[in-house]
Structure formats: C-alpha cells, structure tokens
C-alpha cells in the first residue's frame, strides 16, 4: 500500500523563482513529496520525488541561483547508490530544472546533490516511506523558508524549519507546538548568507505540529502542518 504523503506541489519543470513566492496552496497526493531549501552560497532549491508505478520513481530537482550560465553538476542517489547525473547550464534567469524516471520503490531513499562550478552546493535526502510534510513560503519581512514536519518511528516528529534570510547573523527563535501544546524551542544564529536551519525532535502521532519563528530584526514566520490529513 501506497504511503500517505502531503507535499507542497509544483510542476516538475517550475523553477524554483516563481514557486518561492507566497505561501503557496498545499495539493494532496498519496505518492508524492516535494521539499524546498537553500544552498551554501544563498541559491534556493526544491526536490520532488514522484510514485510512477511499483517499480519507478520520478526525481526532479530545481535549483534557482539567480547567476545566467553558471554550469550545475545534479547527481541522484538511491539508497546510497549513484543512480543518475547531469550537468546543465543555468538559463538567463540563473535557474535550472532536472527531472529523470528511475527505478525506484516507495521505502528508497533519494539524495539530491547539486552543485555548481563556483563551488555553491545543495543536498536533500527524501523518501516517500516517511510520513512526511513540507511547506514553504515567506515571513512577514519576505524572509523564504521551506517548512517540514516527519514522523520519526511511532510516536515520535521530527519539525524542522530552514530559512533564508536577507540579515547575516540575525538571531532566530523557533517554537513547536504540538496541538497547541509547546513541546519545544530552539535559537541560532544566521550565516553569512542569512541562512539558518532549526528543528526539535518530540513525541507526536498524527497531531497538529506549529512552528512560531521570530528574528532579532522583527520578523516572523508562523506555519502549521497537519499529519494526520
């Protein structure tokens, strides 16, 4: 049987420049998952991982650098094992899009890897075997961030936010609630690119999981997943 799976949907060719503005509306698919993120050196990503049939997976990656030409090498991992690679170059926007079908099962893990001539990387590791969630939008200052929440074994969740900001070292606090209940907090600070990633691990089954995150220069990002839709 298939896996439950809510992701934030965007067409497999979309780059990553028109899909980062807003919230974006949530579409439910039982056999996909698609998550977003930030590189090294700022550049926004998203992965999406695709149930063809019982024995094929579409993996598709967008990666939007905002740098025309740069020359991005995408390799995708199965389970560990190196399943496919491409280099393409950015279009005059600075974005790339790939998209392969591969032979695949529902319980494999997908790494996506990219990473550029200059040195810019991005990875994401996903499988549709997880009870998974992600969403992404901006903060009240245009902050992006790309929200997650998995289940992590029984009982237990795994929430994590990733920000891209426009403050190097800004500091953020970012606050769980599990059903209106907070189970948890933590602090960082940005890096030089305004990118900070923060996440707890607590006990969760199919609850309502929030996250409240505020920044030392007054923005704030609030986002809530349901796993149990």
């Known amino acids: 049987m298939k896996s439950r799976i809510v992701g934030t949907i965007a067409a497999l060719g979309l780059a990553l420049a028109s899909v980062g503005i807003g919230a974006g509306a949530a579409q439910a698919d039982d056999d996909r998952v698609s998550c977003t993120g930030y590189a090294s050196k ?19 990656m967008s990666v939007d650098a905002k740098k025309s030409g740069q020359r991005w090498t995408v390799t995708v991992y199965r389970n560990g094992n190196k399943a496919y690679r491409t280099t393409k170059r950015a279009n005059s926007k600075g974005n790339i899009s790939v998209a392969k079908t591969l032979r695949g099962d529902d319980d494999d893990r997908f790494r996506f890897v990219a990473v550029s001539k200059s040195g810019q990387r991005a990875a994401r590791t996903i499988e549709l075997d997880d009870d998974l969630e992600c969403r992404s939008g901006k903060g009240s200052k245009g902050s992006r961030y790309g929200y ?20 190097k070292n800004a500091r953020w606090t970012a606050t ?6 907070k189970v948890g907090s933590t602090t960082k600070k940005a890096n030089k690119y305004g990118n900070v990633t923060l996440g707890k691990k607590f006990r969760a089954d199919d609850d309502r999981v929030k996250v409240v995150a505020k920044s030392s220069t007054g923005e704030r990002i609030t986002r809530t997943v349901d796993l149990d839709d």
């Open 42 to 60: 700022n550049a926004q990503y998203r992965v999406t991982l695709a149930e063809r049939d019982d024995d094929r997976m579409r993996a598709a």
């Open 148 to 167: 997650s929440v998995a289940e992590v074994g029984d009982d237990r969740a795994k929430a994590q936010i990733r920000i891209n900001g426009p403050k």
């Open 176 to 181: 769980f609630y599990r059903d209106g209940k």
